[in-house]
Protein backbone atom coordinates (compact mmCIF):
# COMPACT_ATOMS: atom_id res chain seq x y z
CA UNK A 1 0.00 0.00 0.00
CA UNK A 2 1.06 3.40 -0.66
CA UNK A 3 1.65 5.76 2.51
CA UNK A 4 0.67 9.06 2.09
CA UNK A 5 2.16 11.31 3.71
CA UNK A 6 -0.10 14.83 4.61
CA UNK A 7 0.24 18.11 5.89
CA UNK A 8 -1.53 19.97 8.76
CA UNK A 9 -3.91 21.92 6.39
CA UNK A 10 -7.71 21.99 6.12
CA UNK A 11 -7.47 19.40 3.40
CA UNK A 12 -5.02 16.85 4.71
CA UNK A 13 -6.76 16.83 7.78
CA UNK A 14 -10.14 16.28 6.23
CA UNK A 15 -8.69 13.39 3.95
CA UNK A 16 -7.15 11.66 7.44
CA UNK A 17 -10.51 12.15 9.15
CA UNK A 18 -12.30 10.28 6.34
CA UNK A 19 -9.61 7.22 6.39
CA UNK A 20 -10.11 6.84 10.09
CA UNK A 21 -13.85 7.10 9.62
CA UNK A 22 -13.50 4.09 6.45
CA UNK A 23 -11.59 1.98 8.99
CA UNK A 24 -7.97 2.94 7.80
CA UNK A 25 -4.36 3.35 10.05
CA UNK A 26 -3.11 6.71 9.68
CA UNK A 27 0.17 7.82 11.58
CA UNK A 28 -1.08 11.19 14.10
CA UNK A 29 1.13 13.49 16.25
CA UNK A 30 -0.15 13.72 19.66
CA UNK A 31 2.16 16.13 22.04
CA UNK A 32 3.94 12.78 23.72
CA UNK A 33 4.69 10.88 20.38
CA UNK A 34 3.54 10.30 17.20
CA UNK A 35 0.42 7.25 17.74
CA UNK A 36 -1.09 4.87 14.99
CA UNK A 37 -4.24 5.74 15.19
CA UNK A 38 -7.56 3.64 14.01
CA UNK A 39 -11.02 4.03 15.24
CA UNK A 40 -10.77 2.15 18.67
CA UNK A 41 -14.70 0.85 18.07
CA UNK A 42 -13.40 -1.06 14.35
CA UNK A 43 -12.38 -4.56 15.46
CA UNK A 44 -10.98 -5.37 11.56
CA UNK A 45 -9.36 -1.35 11.74
CA UNK A 46 -7.86 -1.80 15.26
CA UNK A 47 -6.24 -5.35 13.98
CA UNK A 48 -4.50 -3.43 11.48
CA UNK A 49 -2.76 -1.60 13.91
CA UNK A 50 -1.06 -4.56 15.52
CA UNK A 51 -0.33 -6.02 12.18
CA UNK A 52 1.63 -2.47 10.81
CA UNK A 53 3.00 -2.83 14.45
CA UNK A 54 4.29 -6.49 14.41
CA UNK A 55 2.47 -6.15 18.46
CA UNK A 56 1.34 -8.92 20.61
CA UNK A 57 -1.94 -8.93 20.32
CA UNK A 58 -2.28 -9.05 24.48
CA UNK A 59 -0.36 -5.62 24.43
CA UNK A 60 -3.46 -2.82 25.19
CA UNK A 61 -4.54 0.28 23.05
CA UNK A 62 -4.58 3.93 24.65
CA UNK A 63 -8.01 5.47 23.13
CA UNK A 64 -7.90 9.12 22.64
CA UNK A 65 -10.56 11.34 22.99
CA UNK A 66 -11.02 14.83 22.47
CA UNK A 67 -14.52 15.91 24.68
CA UNK A 68 -15.52 14.53 27.95
CA UNK A 69 -18.82 13.48 27.07
CA UNK A 70 -16.59 10.37 25.24
CA UNK A 71 -15.31 9.16 28.42
CA UNK A 72 -18.63 8.23 29.38
CA UNK A 73 -18.40 6.22 26.13
CA UNK A 74 -15.44 4.50 26.69
CA UNK A 75 -15.67 4.10 30.65
CA UNK A 76 -18.04 1.82 32.36
CA UNK A 77 -17.61 3.69 35.47
CA UNK A 78 -15.73 6.82 35.90
CA UNK A 79 -15.03 7.12 39.73
CA UNK A 80 -14.77 10.84 41.66
CA UNK A 81 -10.88 10.23 41.36
CA UNK A 82 -10.46 9.85 38.41
CA UNK A 83 -12.80 12.87 37.54
CA UNK A 84 -10.29 14.53 39.82
CA UNK A 85 -7.23 13.97 37.58
CA UNK A 86 -9.12 14.19 34.50
CA UNK A 87 -10.08 17.48 35.11
CA UNK A 88 -6.62 18.85 36.69
CA UNK A 89 -4.47 16.95 34.01
CA UNK A 90 -6.61 16.88 30.65
CA UNK A 91 -6.11 17.96 28.03
CA UNK A 92 -2.37 16.63 28.71
CA UNK A 93 -0.03 13.39 28.71
CA UNK A 94 -1.91 11.46 31.14
CA UNK A 95 -3.17 8.01 30.83
CA UNK A 96 -6.07 6.93 33.07
CA UNK A 97 -7.06 3.06 33.46
CA UNK A 98 -10.80 2.60 33.74
CA UNK A 99 -13.28 -0.29 33.60
CA UNK A 100 -14.09 -0.92 29.84
CA UNK A 101 -17.28 -0.29 28.40
CA UNK A 102 -18.51 -2.80 26.25
CA UNK A 103 -18.78 0.06 22.92
CA UNK A 104 -15.15 -0.88 23.09
CA UNK A 105 -13.97 -4.48 21.47
CA UNK A 106 -11.92 -6.70 23.31
CA UNK A 107 -9.20 -6.61 20.45
CA UNK A 108 -8.45 -2.70 21.51
CA UNK A 109 -8.05 -3.58 25.22
CA UNK A 110 -6.01 -6.57 24.29
CA UNK A 111 -8.74 -8.83 26.26
CA UNK A 112 -8.60 -7.23 29.48
CA UNK A 113 -11.40 -5.78 31.13
CA UNK A 114 -10.11 -2.07 31.48
CA UNK A 115 -8.84 0.51 29.06
CA UNK A 116 -6.41 3.50 28.97
CA UNK A 117 -7.96 6.98 27.94
CA UNK A 118 -6.30 9.93 27.56
CA UNK A 119 -7.10 13.38 25.84
CA UNK A 120 -4.04 14.24 23.77
CA UNK A 121 -3.20 18.53 24.30
CA UNK A 122 -1.97 18.42 20.54
CA UNK A 123 -4.40 20.18 18.29
CA UNK A 124 -3.88 18.45 15.20
CA UNK A 125 -4.99 15.12 17.31
CA UNK A 126 -8.15 16.77 18.55
CA UNK A 127 -9.05 17.80 15.08
CA UNK A 128 -8.70 14.60 13.91
CA UNK A 129 -11.11 13.07 16.71
CA UNK A 130 -13.70 15.66 16.07
CA UNK A 131 -13.08 15.56 12.35
CA UNK A 132 -13.46 11.59 11.90
CA UNK A 133 -15.99 11.62 14.78
CA UNK A 134 -14.38 8.68 16.29
CA UNK A 135 -12.60 7.94 19.47
CA UNK A 136 -9.17 7.15 18.21
CA UNK A 137 -6.64 3.79 19.79
CA UNK A 138 -3.18 4.68 19.37
CA UNK A 139 0.01 2.75 20.31
CA UNK A 140 3.03 4.95 19.46
CA UNK A 141 3.64 4.74 16.07
CA UNK A 142 6.97 2.77 15.96
CA UNK A 143 7.73 -1.08 14.94
CA UNK A 144 7.27 -3.04 17.96
CA UNK A 145 10.13 -3.15 20.35
CA UNK A 146 11.64 -0.05 18.61
CA UNK A 147 12.43 3.76 20.11
CA UNK A 148 9.25 5.86 19.25
CA UNK A 149 8.89 8.23 17.10
CA UNK A 150 8.64 11.94 17.72
CA UNK A 151 8.77 13.24 14.11
CA UNK A 152 6.52 12.31 10.57
CA UNK A 153 9.90 11.57 9.27
CA UNK A 154 10.17 8.59 11.77
CA UNK A 155 6.97 6.99 11.27
CA UNK A 156 7.03 6.72 7.62
CA UNK A 157 10.90 5.03 7.91
CA UNK A 158 9.09 2.66 10.54
CA UNK A 159 5.50 2.24 8.83
CA UNK A 160 5.85 2.82 5.14
CA UNK A 161 3.63 0.90 2.70
CA UNK A 162 1.62 -0.93 5.55
CA UNK A 163 -0.53 2.12 6.91
CA UNK A 164 -2.29 4.49 4.80
CA UNK A 165 -0.95 7.65 5.24
CA UNK A 166 1.46 9.55 8.00
CA UNK A 167 -0.04 13.21 8.87
CA UNK A 168 2.92 15.70 9.78
CA UNK A 169 2.64 17.89 12.79
CA UNK A 170 5.73 18.45 13.96
CA UNK A 171 8.17 17.69 16.26
CA UNK A 172 6.44 15.97 19.33
CA UNK A 173 6.56 18.77 22.34
CA UNK A 174 7.27 16.39 25.09
CA UNK A 175 9.21 13.52 23.48
CA UNK A 176 8.17 10.78 25.74
CA UNK A 177 5.00 8.53 26.07
CA UNK A 178 2.49 9.28 28.78
CA UNK A 179 2.45 8.78 32.18
CA UNK A 180 -0.02 5.46 32.41
CA UNK A 181 -1.63 4.81 35.86
CA UNK A 182 -4.33 3.03 37.46
CA UNK A 183 -6.49 3.60 40.60
CA UNK A 184 -6.71 1.84 43.33
CA UNK A 185 -9.26 2.72 46.25
CA UNK A 186 -10.26 5.95 46.79
CA UNK A 187 -7.24 8.17 47.13
CA UNK A 188 -4.41 6.22 45.91
CA UNK A 189 -3.18 6.09 42.18
CA UNK A 190 -0.50 3.70 41.18
CA UNK A 191 1.77 4.86 38.66
CA UNK A 192 2.69 1.78 35.44
CA UNK A 193 4.76 4.05 33.06
CA UNK A 194 5.58 7.35 34.17
CA UNK A 195 5.42 10.41 32.08
CA UNK A 196 5.91 13.92 32.02
CA UNK A 197 2.62 14.21 34.40
CA UNK A 198 5.11 13.52 37.28
CA UNK A 199 4.39 12.01 40.52
CA UNK A 200 5.26 14.80 42.23
CA UNK A 201 2.53 16.59 39.98
CA UNK A 202 0.24 14.16 41.29
CA UNK A 203 0.81 14.64 44.66
CA UNK A 204 -0.88 17.89 44.85
CA UNK A 205 -4.13 16.38 43.75
CA UNK A 206 -3.84 12.62 44.92
CA UNK A 207 -2.80 12.26 48.77
CA UNK A 208 -1.38 8.40 47.78
CA UNK A 209 0.55 8.03 44.90
CA UNK A 210 2.86 4.94 44.45
CA UNK A 211 5.43 4.15 41.47
CA UNK A 212 5.01 0.54 40.77
CA UNK A 213 7.92 -1.67 41.20
CA UNK A 214 8.35 -2.57 37.35
CA UNK A 215 8.76 1.32 36.44
CA UNK A 216 12.38 0.90 37.58
CA UNK A 217 12.87 -3.05 37.73
CA UNK A 218 12.77 -6.03 35.31
CA UNK A 219 9.73 -7.76 35.93
CA UNK A 220 10.47 -11.27 38.03
CA UNK A 221 9.95 -14.90 36.62
CA UNK A 222 6.88 -15.52 37.09
CA UNK A 223 5.07 -12.69 38.30
CA UNK A 224 2.32 -10.92 35.78
CA UNK A 225 2.93 -7.42 34.78
CA UNK A 226 -0.20 -4.97 35.99
CA UNK A 227 0.42 -3.38 32.52
CA UNK A 228 1.09 -5.98 29.80
CA UNK A 229 3.76 -3.41 27.84
CA UNK A 230 6.22 -4.19 30.95
CA UNK A 231 6.83 -7.33 30.11
CA UNK A 232 7.76 -7.02 26.69
CA UNK A 233 11.27 -5.21 25.30
CA UNK A 234 11.11 -2.13 24.39
CA UNK A 235 12.50 1.44 22.94
CA UNK A 236 15.96 -0.40 21.70
CA UNK A 237 17.31 0.84 18.29
CA UNK A 238 19.67 -2.10 16.72
CA UNK A 239 22.57 -0.75 19.03
CA UNK A 240 23.48 -2.40 22.14
CA UNK A 241 22.87 -0.06 24.43
CA UNK A 242 24.54 0.31 28.45
CA UNK A 243 23.08 2.56 30.88
CA UNK A 244 26.26 4.00 33.13
CA UNK A 245 25.51 5.70 36.23
CA UNK A 246 28.50 8.20 37.81
CA UNK A 247 30.09 11.40 37.72
CA UNK A 248 31.34 12.89 34.35
CA UNK A 249 34.36 12.42 35.85
CA UNK A 250 34.27 8.35 36.49
CA UNK A 251 32.19 8.29 33.46
CA UNK A 252 34.61 10.14 31.05
CA UNK A 253 37.64 7.96 32.36
CA UNK A 254 35.58 4.60 32.30
CA UNK A 255 34.87 5.27 28.25
CA UNK A 256 38.29 5.70 27.48
CA UNK A 257 38.36 2.35 28.57
CA UNK A 258 35.73 0.85 25.90
CA UNK A 259 37.52 3.42 23.33
CA UNK A 260 39.43 0.21 21.60
CA UNK A 261 35.97 -1.72 20.91
CA UNK A 262 34.36 -0.91 17.00
CA UNK A 263 31.70 1.10 16.96
CA UNK A 264 31.69 2.50 20.54
CA UNK A 265 29.73 5.07 21.23
CA UNK A 266 28.08 7.40 24.04
CA UNK A 267 25.43 9.32 24.61
CA UNK A 268 25.69 12.42 26.98
CA UNK A 269 25.01 15.45 28.41
CA UNK A 270 25.19 18.65 26.25
CA UNK A 271 28.83 20.21 27.05
CA UNK A 272 30.35 16.77 28.08
CA UNK A 273 31.10 15.76 24.79
CA UNK A 274 34.38 17.46 25.15
CA UNK A 275 35.54 15.43 27.43
CA UNK A 276 34.58 12.48 25.95
CA UNK A 277 37.30 10.39 23.85
CA UNK A 278 34.57 8.33 21.52
CA UNK A 279 32.61 9.37 19.45
CA UNK A 280 29.31 10.79 20.51
CA UNK A 281 25.92 12.35 20.44
CA UNK A 282 24.18 15.00 23.01
CA UNK A 283 20.72 14.96 24.53
CA UNK A 284 20.28 17.90 26.39
CA UNK A 285 21.05 19.94 29.36
CA UNK A 286 17.73 18.67 31.82
CA UNK A 287 15.58 16.26 32.04
CA UNK A 288 13.08 18.00 29.97
CA UNK A 289 15.31 18.31 27.12
CA UNK A 290 16.40 14.59 27.72
CA UNK A 291 12.79 13.85 27.10
CA UNK A 292 12.30 15.54 24.29
CA UNK A 293 15.38 14.03 22.27
CA UNK A 294 16.23 10.54 23.28
CA UNK A 295 14.27 8.34 21.42
CA UNK A 296 15.41 10.49 18.14
CA UNK A 297 19.11 10.11 19.50
CA UNK A 298 18.74 6.25 19.98
CA UNK A 299 17.64 6.11 16.45
CA UNK A 300 20.38 8.38 15.20
CA UNK A 301 22.74 5.64 15.72
CA UNK A 302 21.42 3.34 13.58
CA UNK A 303 21.39 5.72 10.81
CA UNK A 304 25.05 6.14 11.98
CA UNK A 305 25.77 2.33 12.30
CA UNK A 306 26.83 2.05 15.95
CA UNK A 307 27.39 -1.44 17.90
CA UNK A 308 27.26 -0.22 21.40
CA UNK A 309 26.02 2.77 22.78
CA UNK A 310 26.56 3.91 26.20
CA UNK A 311 24.28 6.11 28.08
CA UNK A 312 25.51 8.60 30.72
CA UNK A 313 22.57 7.96 33.08
CA UNK A 314 19.88 10.58 33.22
CA UNK A 315 18.82 12.27 36.79
CA UNK A 316 16.20 9.93 37.71
CA UNK A 317 14.08 12.61 38.94
CA UNK A 318 10.50 14.23 38.21
CA UNK A 319 10.17 14.22 33.98
CA UNK A 320 13.78 12.07 34.25
CA UNK A 321 12.73 9.28 36.01
CA UNK A 322 10.64 8.78 32.76
CA UNK A 323 13.97 9.07 30.22
CA UNK A 324 15.56 6.82 32.92
CA UNK A 325 12.77 4.43 32.78
CA UNK A 326 12.48 3.84 29.13
CA UNK A 327 16.81 4.24 28.78
CA UNK A 328 16.92 0.70 31.15
CA UNK A 329 14.31 -0.77 29.50
CA UNK A 330 16.31 0.16 25.69
CA UNK A 331 19.67 -1.57 27.93
CA UNK A 332 17.73 -4.30 28.48
CA UNK A 333 18.40 -3.41 32.31
CA UNK A 334 22.02 -3.76 32.00
CA UNK A 335 23.23 -0.74 33.74
CA UNK A 336 26.87 0.19 35.39
CA UNK A 337 27.96 2.08 38.16
CA UNK A 338 31.28 3.45 37.74
O1 LIG B 1 1.72 9.07 24.94
C1 LIG B 1 1.22 7.97 24.72
O2 LIG B 1 0.65 7.30 25.62
C2 LIG B 1 1.31 7.44 23.29
C3 LIG B 1 0.56 8.40 22.38
C4 LIG B 1 0.43 7.89 20.97
O3 LIG B 1 -0.69 8.69 22.93
N1 LIG B 1 0.78 6.11 23.22
C5 LIG B 1 1.47 5.03 23.72
O4 LIG B 1 0.85 3.83 23.54
O5 LIG B 1 2.55 5.13 24.27
P1 LIG B 1 1.60 2.42 23.68
O6 LIG B 1 0.62 1.46 23.22
O7 LIG B 1 2.90 2.48 22.99
O8 LIG B 1 1.80 2.25 25.23
C6 LIG B 1 0.67 2.03 26.03
C7 LIG B 1 1.08 1.36 27.32
C8 LIG B 1 1.47 -0.08 27.10
O9 LIG B 1 2.57 -0.38 27.93
C9 LIG B 1 0.23 -0.84 27.54
O10 LIG B 1 0.56 -2.12 28.02
C10 LIG B 1 -0.32 0.06 28.63
O11 LIG B 1 -0.05 1.37 28.21
N2 LIG B 1 -1.79 -0.08 28.74
C11 LIG B 1 -2.73 0.28 27.86
N3 LIG B 1 -3.95 -0.07 28.28
C12 LIG B 1 -3.79 -0.68 29.47
C13 LIG B 1 -4.67 -1.32 30.41
N4 LIG B 1 -5.97 -1.39 30.20
N5 LIG B 1 -4.13 -1.86 31.54
C14 LIG B 1 -2.80 -1.79 31.75
N6 LIG B 1 -1.92 -1.22 30.90
C15 LIG B 1 -2.40 -0.69 29.78
MG1 LIG C 1 4.86 2.10 22.65
Known sequence: METKILQDCATDLLEAATLLRNGNVVGIPTET???????ATNSDAV????????????????IHIAEIDQLYKVASDVPPLAQKLEKQFW??????I???????????????????IRMPSHTVARALIRLSNCVLAAPSANRSGYPSPTTAEHVYRDMCGKIAAVLDGGVCDVGIES???????????RILRPGAVTAEMLKKV???VTIDNAVLHQLENGKTAKSPGMKYQHYSPKAKITLVKGSLEHFTSWISQQQNDTGVYALVFDGEEKFISVPCLTYGIDSKEQAQQVFAKLREFDDI???????????ADGIGLAVYNRLIRAAGFEVIQV
Open 91 to 96: PGPLTI
Open 98 to 116: LPKSPNIPSVTSGGLDTVG
Open 206 to 208: VPN
Open 305 to 315: GANHVYVHAPI
Open 179 to 189: TVLTLEGENDV
Open 47 to 62: RQIFAAKGRPADNPLI
Open 33 to 39: VYGLAAD
